[in-house]
T-cell receptor, first 116, second 114 residues
Framework: AQKITQTQPGMFVQEKEAVTLDCTYD???????LFWYKQPSSGEMIFLIY??????QNATEGRYSLNFQKARKSANLVISASQLGDSAMYFC?????????????FGRGTSLIVHP | DTGVSQNPRHKITKRGQNVTFRCDPI?????LYWYRQTLGQGPEFLTY????????KSRLLSDRFSAERPKGSFSTLEIQRTEQGDSAMYLC????????????FGSGTRLTVV
């Protein structure tokens, strides 16, 4: 079963506008972590933001914020004031305990295009 | 520290040949992960080390895939008897114990099996 679901294969946003990228997850664990990564066309995976399952406040990092709704198992990424350089693939990931290990699992990604 | 380093960046091999990729993690990171990424997909978890111990290997795609981290520093991923379906980007990532700082990825090794 898919642990991380990203339902938007592609999103378009006007430069300087805000955009929300959706992510829902499935876990029976109480302790887990959620991440967002950016992958530009050059291929490197860039860590953006982290939210722990016990964190009461939504995580923020500069223009990135994570809208964490635990009851809905939702961890949407909000990018404010989009820039042309934000055009990339965005992946949501969850780290959960599996046996004695913590295994990060990634979604299929959302392609974001920022146009002028 | 220059981050996670992967070599080679590109590898073209003939079907049936064996290939080995190397990953040098960030020196203070004791956790190391291997992923495979095919076009249009997210990274797919393969295996994971904590220091030299391979703690999860059930997700390796077949018995043709194996990984080692002999001294708890660099790691190698080997694919034996390569098949065309093995063509993909192979990513390595490392992290500290806490993991809340995220996983630092290398630039990957792109494998093409012809």
């Amino acid at each position: 079963a898919q642990k991380i679901t990203q339902t938007q294969p592609g999103m378009f946003v006007q430069e300087k506008e805000a955009v929300t990228l959706d992510c829902t997850y499935d876990t029976s664990d109480q302790s887990y972590g959620l991440f967002w990564y950016k992958q530009p066309s050059s291929g490197e995976m860039i860590f953006l933001i982290y939210q722990g399952s016990y964190d009461e406040q939504n995580a923020t990092e500069g223009r990135y914020s994570l809208n964490f709704q635990k009851a809905r198992k939702s961890a949407n990424l909000v990018i404010s004031a989009s820039q042309l350089g934000d055009s990339a693939m965005y992946f949501c990931a969850m780290r959960e305990r599996s046996g004695g290990s913590y295994i990060p699992t990634f979604g299929r990604g959302t392609s974001l295009i920022v146009h002028p | 520290d220059t981050g996670v380093s992967q070599n080679p960046r590109h590898k073209i091999t003939k079907r049936g040949q064996n290939v080995t990729f190397r990953c040098d993690p960030i020196s203070e990171h004791n956790r190391l992960y291997w992923y495979r990424q095919t076009l249009g997909q997210g990274p797919e978890f393969l295996t994971y080390f904590q220091n030299e111990a391979q703690l999860e290997k059930s997700r390796l795609l077949s018995d043709r895939f194996s990984a080692e981290r002999p001294k708890g520093s660099f790691s190698t991923l080997e694919i034996q008897r390569t098949e065309q379906g093995d063509s993909a980007m192979y990513l390595c990532a490392s992290s500290e114990d806490r993991g809340s700082y995220g996983y630092t990825f290398g630039s990957g090794t792109r494998l093409t099996v012809v």
